[in-house]
């Protein structure tokens, strides 16, 4: 726990830091980091004003930013707020409460509350006026008083129109954004021109609107959705003024201003919830980027009498969709020594909730990436997950370091490699290995991976029975498992002859294996599930790859240098051959890589999300089986990304790229 005045010192760095990606985000249309990061940040922020001061400051109320003075200042006829954010559903009832409250203090009735849900755009607000239904002036948000003028640039967004169909008098917020393709070729053509390129498409779209040469705003295709009714009155259109939230929607659509297609009237907040949970799943297809969906009170009537706080409606929140990007501390950092002796540096973090689950580790790589992002015990680091790729820290806020923080420096020796514990740098690599590979806990973790799901896959003989079967010298290595009996179990504590019968016939069970399985038991450094299948696929038996040559190794496509000399040291190492032999008495083998036909020959598959019909490995090995590969990371050059529930980050950089994404019935379909 931090000291008073440690705190007081940090509460003083934390805002200065707030306020600079405040000034990138809404003045210079640069920002530096994730709008997720940024709210973690705002958020902590506002928890240790509250705390030390007791109130909010001017950093966490503000409204937008400052005004450029590139532009003439013009005052908005209705000031411009932004939503405060909650995160799960829970907070969005938090919230509902709030404003019913407030509502009944306003002698409002609550027992009938219709909410409008819509897409929260990640673009750049804009203030729209129409002088007898011709166009008059467009306005940035600015600090919420004050905007700026951007009429020129405006005017060149295709889908504004000049005059409405109606000659009525208004003035409309929207938000102007760049489509995910229109910003990778704003890119490709600032590369080639040798100038910076935009970090997002919402950089890109207010750095456009914000031009002085409306030109340069015209070649870059903005795009825009109009949202909200500030001022309206019908003149002789005859037209009413809107009652409700979803009135207000109907009617910009009358007049011919361009709108969302998915907003939703919901009657209740459980409705909202089931639009959130809809488009946190699908909203990576859209062409436009969302973090969240925006939930307004309907009615009019009630949005005035709920009015406003400080920065925010009070008749409004925004639903941000799961961070993929947010803040917390290193708390410690650890060597871990995997199975076959690479060790890898894992940072232990506060516990904090990124992409719907609780993070109290992540992976810091090698010794290279501590030195180039400078991570030190204390500092304060963004960090990222998403789907099931594994936490990794992506930058470290060093304006918030603790003061005394050292260096990481490795050190020379690791409890859990064998021998002395000594570690080297492996040769040509960024990687760490134990110099010794005769310890307990690498002995351990072997015969761990050996029963796992990836291997043998021996059901209900986990890590515990293992360390009791060893403790009561039942076992020695993996091939031992092969003679154990119901008695051998039942002698084990808290087994019984049900449970000791079970643990026998999976391991029964387990002796019709696969090749690729065995392979992957077998824990060869560098072969992983996809090297062992192409092995399998080029070596139909353990003998072949047991003779298997360097120079037949290398040609594989997929199995490089470093693959095939850990291949030849495995076929040099006595006590891995005697073990493979132990094994090989109890085993019979299958070659799972045999192609059935070669309908999906060459073609890549990436697999991200819960896929609910079949299990992922079921639905790799189909791949296989009809001569498709299956690859761990999207690239330019893979076929197809297959996309189960709750996918993340693989299935947004697929639609960036241009991959063909499946859903798991399309995939199905494919290989029927």
Avoid at 390 to 415: D, G, N, S
Avoid at 634 to 642: A, G, M, R
């Amino acid at each position: 726990m931090k000291k008073v005045a440690d705190e007081k010192q940090y509460l003083k760095e934390l805002r200065n830091l707030v306020a600079h990606h405040q000034r990138k985000y809404h003045t210079e249309d640069a920002s530096e980091i994730s709008d997720q990061a940024y709210d973690a940040l705002v958020k902590e922020l506002a928890k240790l004003e509250e705390k030390i001061e007791g109130k909010k400051s001017k950093v966490t109320e503000r409204v937008g930013g400052e005004v450029s003075n590139a532009f003439a200042k013009v005052r908005h006829v209705v000031p411009q707020w932004s939503f405060d954010n909650v995160f799960d559903f829970n907070e969005l009832k938090a919230w509902e409460d709030r404003l019913e409250r407030y509502l009944t203090k306003q002698g409002e009735t609550t027992t009938s509350l219709t909410y409008v849900a819509e897409h929260k755009i990640d673009g750049l607000k804009l203030v729209m006026e129409y002088r007898e239904g011709v166009f008059f002036r467009a306005l940035t948000r600015g600090d919420g008083e004050v905007g700026e003028d951007v009429t020129h640039t405006a005017r060149t967004i295709n889908s504004l129109p000049m005059k409405l169909k109606k000659a009525v008098d208004l003035v409309c917020v929207g938000e102007v954004w760049m489509g995910e393709k229109e910003f990778e070729n704003l890119n490709k053509n600032r590369e080639k021109a040798g100038e910076d390129l935009f970090a997002n498409p919402r950089n890109a779209a207010a750095g456009s609107l914000r031009q002085l040469d409306p030109e340069v705003a015209r070649e870059r295709d903005l795009s825009l959705f109009v949202y909200d009714v500030d001022v309206f009155f019908g003149r002789e259109s005859k037209l009413p003024a809107p009652a409700t939230q979803w009135e207000e929607l109907q009617l910009l659509k009358t007049l011919g201003l361009p709108t969302n297609d998915y907003p939703r009237l919901c009657q209740a907040l459980v409705e909202v919830e089931a639009y959130y949970q809809e488009w946190k799943e699908k909203h990576h297809e859209l062409p436009y980027g969302v973090d969240g969906i925006v939930i307004k009170a309907n009615e009019i009537s009630v949005q005035k009498s709920a009015g406003y706080t400080a920065k925010a409606p009070r008749f409004g929140i925004a639903y941000k969709f799961p961070a993929v990007e947010t803040t917390t501390v290193v708390e410690n950092i650890e060597l871990q020594v995997g199975r076959t002796g690479v060790v890898t540096p894992v940072a232990h973090l506060r516990a904090v909730v990124v992409d719907g689950s609780t993070v109290t580790r992540a992976t810091l790589h090698n010794e290279d990436q501590i030195k180039r992002l400078d991570i030190r015990i204390g500092d304060t680091v963004i960090i990222r997950k998403a789907g099931d790729v594994i936490p990794e820290v992506v930058m470290v806020l060093k304006e918030l370091r603790p003061k005394k923080t050292q260096a990481y420096v490795f050190p020379k020796t690791v409890i859990g490699c064998g021998g002395d514990g000594s570690i080297e740098r492996i040769p040509g690599m960024s990687a760490y290995r134990c110099v010794f590979l005769d310890s307990d806990f690498l002995h351990r973790q072997r015969l761990y991976y050996f029963v796992s799901k990836n291997a043998l896959n021996i059901d209900g003989v986990g890590p515990k029975i293992i360390d009791a079967l060893l403790e009561n010298s039942l076992i020695n290595d993996c091939a031992d498992l092969f003679t154990l009996t119901s008695e051998d179990f039942l002698s084990l504590s808290g087994f019984k002859q049900k449970s000791a019968d079970n643990a026998v016939s999976a391991i029964k069970k387990a002796r019709e294996t696969t090749l690729s399985r065995l392979l992957v038991g077998l824990s060869i450094e560098h072969v992983g599930e996809e090297t062992a299948h192409l092995l399998a696929k080029n070596f139909t038996t353990i003998d072949l790859l047991q003779k298997a040559s360097r120079e037949e190794l290398i040609t594989i496509d997929g199995i490089g240098e470093v693959v095939a000399d850990k291949i030849l040291e495995w076929q040099k190492d006595s006590k891995e051959q005697i073990l493979l032999k132990n094994l090989l008495i109890h085993l019979n083998i299958t070659n799972d890589a045999k192609v059935s036909n070669n309908r999906l020959q060459g073609q890549s598959f990436v697999f991200t999300g819960t896929l609910e019909q079949m299990t992922r490995p079921e639905a790799q090995s189909l791949v296989r089986k009809f001569g498709g590969v299956v690859v761990g990371s999207v690239s330019k050059n893979t076929d197809f990304v297959v996309v189960g529930k709750e996918a993340g980050s693989k299935a947004k950089l697929a639609k960036d790229l241009g991959v063909k994404i499946l859903s798991e019935t399309e995939f199905l379909t494919l290989v029927a």
